[in-house]
């Protein structure tokens, strides 16, 4: 019987899996032909209630590391061998088989146990048990909860019937998180740029007909026009610029990065670059207590990080009045509840981004302004495209409407948390907090704010 099952999972492996015979399927093909003898004997133990760790000491000491096991461990997809007997028991489908992509995907933390306790779609479900019980190929969409919005493409296989009878299956996920995520900002990026360049392009279009018309020997009326168009033209290159940049960064927010970044010194950079703004607008930057150089490490993108810091500070120049300050602080070793907790018990607080995996340690980048505030209605809203609150959408604030939403898609990626608060008439605050990447103290001198 295992060697027809065997030779019936070439076949259809062969033939069927994931429609063509591309590498990867010959991959699969060889894998399971070697293994579905030791996987029917071990479906076979579990049900009996045989100790696994007691068929591993009866085993001889050459087969400790069976060949199926480092080919599906070696294997960058998760894959699931799944045995079931009942087609009622609804409880009674089993993984008895997960590669290590299937277990740091699933969160698996065991060799064997119920499928719904790693899969609960509904979709990849009714795959599986026509896979089971049907003998048919099955495919379904699965969509992983979280922040990072991972989708996968799931092939469910028929792998025939072990010695007791119960059927077996073959679960595969396959990541199209990339291709989807392609797609959309495709999308997105077409629907926000029409849209938001209709505007000023009209207004290019009105002045330079104007121009060419009853104003072109008007110099008063050219200065003044050629200047809005100035502005305008600035206006668009500053909008395709975020519009691109948020692509680039959603197109990869699954991705984590592999880099590290000195939370102290991107601070510092970002504050000798807007300096000279602010004291263009009579605000003053204030730094608060920074660590040393080389104390705060965080697991990132340096320059993903600094544009982080940069849209933030940048952000609360435009709303600070002259004469005011903008204040910035960073506070290391902090929990994930301690980095995004209200400074002030007055303000109406809001997370913005909460982290799935909370790390051991974050550092806490916080961003004070001195303007009118935000309203409690406000807060859900503020890293939208485009969202501007009521009353300051006119052109007394510069920007594109993008700044907030950069900012959130990257701490993201790195893992991170957002939080908003604020107290109307005095101001609000962006907190951004990101896992540190080690938590040893260099001896370096201590920074000093440009």
């Known amino acids: 019987m295992l060697v027809a099952g065997g030779a019936g999972v070439v076949a259809i492996l062969g033939f069927g899996l994931l429609g063509q015979a591309d590498p990867q399927a010959i991959s699969?093909?060889?894998l399971v032909a070697a293994g579905v003898t030791g996987l029917a004997a071990w479906h076979v133990a579990e049900r009996a209630g045989v100790a696994l760790p007691a068929l591993e000491a009866?085993?001889?000491?050459?087969?400790?590391?069976?060949?199926y096991a480092s080919l599906i461990n070696a294997l960058p997809d998760p894959v699931l061998v799944i045995a079931a007997h009942e087609?009622?028991?609804?409880?009674?489908?089993?993984?008895?088989?997960?590669?290590?992509?299937a277990r740091q995907t699933l969160r698996i933390q065991y060799d064997a146990g119920l499928l719904v306790t790693v899969i609960r779609d509904p979709d990849v479900l009714?795959?599986?048990d026509e896979a089971l019980f049907g003998g048919k190929e099955a495919e379904a969409i699965y969509e992983l909860g979280g922040a990072q919005e991972r989708v996968m493409r799931a092939f469910a296989k028929p792998l025939g019937v072990a010695p007791d009878g119960a059927p077996l299956a073959l679960l595969v996920l396959r990541d199209e998180t990339d291709i989807r995520r392609a797609e959309r900002t495709r999308a997105d990026f077409l629907a926000n740029a029409s849209h938001e360049l209709r505007t000023p392009l009209a207004s290019l279009s009105g002045f330079i007909e104007t121009l060419r018309g009853h104003a072109k020997d008007d110099v008063n009326a050219r200065e003044k026009f050629l200047s809005i168009m100035a502005t305008q033209a600035e206006?668009?290159?500053r909008l395709i610029d975020d519009l691109l940049s948020l692509s680039r960064i959603?197109?990869?927010?699954?991705?984590?990065p592999e880099g590290e970044a000195d939370l102290v010194m991107a601070v510092m950079d970002v504050l000798d670059a807007l300096g000279p703004l602010a004291r263009d607008r009579c605000v003053r930057l204030e730094a608060e207590d920074l660590p040393p150089r080389g104390q705060v490490i965080v697991a990132g993108d340096r320059d993903q990080i600094i544009q982080v810091v940069q849209n933030l500070v940048d952000n609360a120049l435009k709303y600070t009045p002259k004469g005011a300050a903008v204040k910035i602080s960073l506070r290391s070793g902090l929990s994930a509840t301690a980095a995004a907790a209200p400074g002030d018990p007055r303000a109406a607080r809001l997370s913005l981004l909460t982290p799935d995996r909370a790390a051991d340690l974050y550092a806490a980048l916080r961003v004070t302004d001195s303007g009118v505030g935000l309203a409690r209605e406000h807060l859900p809203r503020l890293t939208e495209r485009f969202y501007r609150v009521e009353g300051q959408k006119s052109g007394e604030r510069s920007g594109t409407g993008l700044g907030l939403a950069i900012v959130k898609h990257i701490v993201n990626r790195h893992r991170g948390g957002l939080a908003v608060?604020?107290?109307?008439?005095?101001?609000a605050t962006f907190t951004a907090y990101f896992p540190l990447a080690r938590a040893e103290v260099s001896a370096a001198e201590p920074a000093t704010p440009g």
Do not use: C
């Open 87 to 101: 087609l009622d028991d609804l409880t009674g489908r089993r993984f008895v088989l997960v590669n290590e992509a």
């Open 235 to 237: 206006r668009m290159s």
């Open 250 to 256: 959603e197109l990869n927010e699954h991705i984590a």
């Open 28 to 30: 699969w093909m060889v």
């Open 126 to 128: 009714e795959a599986v």
């Open 58 to 67: 009866a085993r001889p000491a050459h087969e400790d590391a069976p060949p």
């Open 421 to 427: 608060e604020s107290v109307l008439g005095e101001g």
